[in-house]
């Protein structure tokens, strides 16, 4: 069955810096990830998707990068902000799968 | 405007009882499903359904059910409620391409005593 970890269950990070969360998963051929972030007592909000034939993608401060060689992702939050500070989900999908979660990276960012 | 709204929010009950959580999204989106969340924060599917097929992930006991009423509603029905099943229990939606992200509503917690 599909396998999806997450580095790091939490990073603490010093304001200012790049945070680099991982996302590795085996057993599994998406042909796309997607990138969540949780808030305490919320749903999960969708930020980042990237294609299997895509090697990086950016938003604002954002950028993931896509290896399916290595079957993994990192996700990048560069200028870290305390208001950066959530769990963040890596989530394999594409054709008729469904979305399969990543167990989460929590982030705090500190002042 | 809310995107995806569940009812209600907080759910205390007693083991043996059947509760229904209500979801509702007005995105138009083709698909809707339930998640669970549990105590260490780990987010698994339970269903997922558009007007066509139902799809249930295997490890869900048949005491759950979604149910559909139109496109925009899918409410889950637990029958004989226990105690594991207190956790976080989480309605999205997504058009029928998935890859343009899931629209998650905010959780109801559930909590079985």
């Known amino acids: 069955s599909q396998k999806i970890e997450q580095n790091s269950e939490a990073l603490n990070i010093q304001e200012g810096k790049t945070a680099t969360l991982t996302c590795n998963y085996t057993?599994?051929?998406?042909?796309?990830l997607q990138w969540y972030r949780q808030d305490p007592g919320r749903g999960p909000v969708f930020l980042l998707l990237?294609?299997?034939?895509?090697k990086e993608k950016r938003k604002e401060r954002l950028k993931v990068t896509f290896d399916t060689t290595l079957k993994q992702s990192l996700f990048h939050i560069t200028a870290s902000q305390p208001a950066d500070s959530a769990t963040y989900l890596c989530?394999?999908?594409?054709?008729?799968?469904?979305?399969?979660f990543g167990t989460g990276t929590r982030l705090t960012v500190i002042p | 405007d809310t995107a995806v709204s569940q009812t209600p929010k907080y759910l205390v009950t007693q083991m043996g009882n059947d509760k229904s959580i209500k979801c509702e999204q007005n995105?138009?989106?083709?698909?809707m499903y339930w998640y669970k969340q549990d105590s260490k924060k780990f987010l698994k599917i339970m269903f997922s359904?558009?007007?066509?097929?139902?799809?249930i992930n295997e490890t869900v006991p048949n005491r759950f059910s979604p149910k559909s009423p139109d496109k925009a509603h899918l409410n889950l029905h637990i029958n004989s409620l226990e105690l594991g099943d207190s956790a976080v229990y989480f309605c999205?939606?997504?058009?029928?391409?998935?890859?343009?992200?899931?629209?998650f509503g905010s959780g109801t917690r559930l909590t079985v005593v």
């Open positions: 999205a939606s997504s058009q029928r391409d998935r890859s343009y992200g899931y629209t």
């Open positions: 057993n599994y051929s998406p042909a796309y």
């Open positions: 990237i294609r299997e034939n895509e």
């Open positions: 989530a394999p999908g594409g054709g008729a799968n469904n979305l399969f």
């Open positions: 995105l138009g989106h083709d698909t």
């Open positions: 359904y558009n007007n066509k097929e139902l799809i």
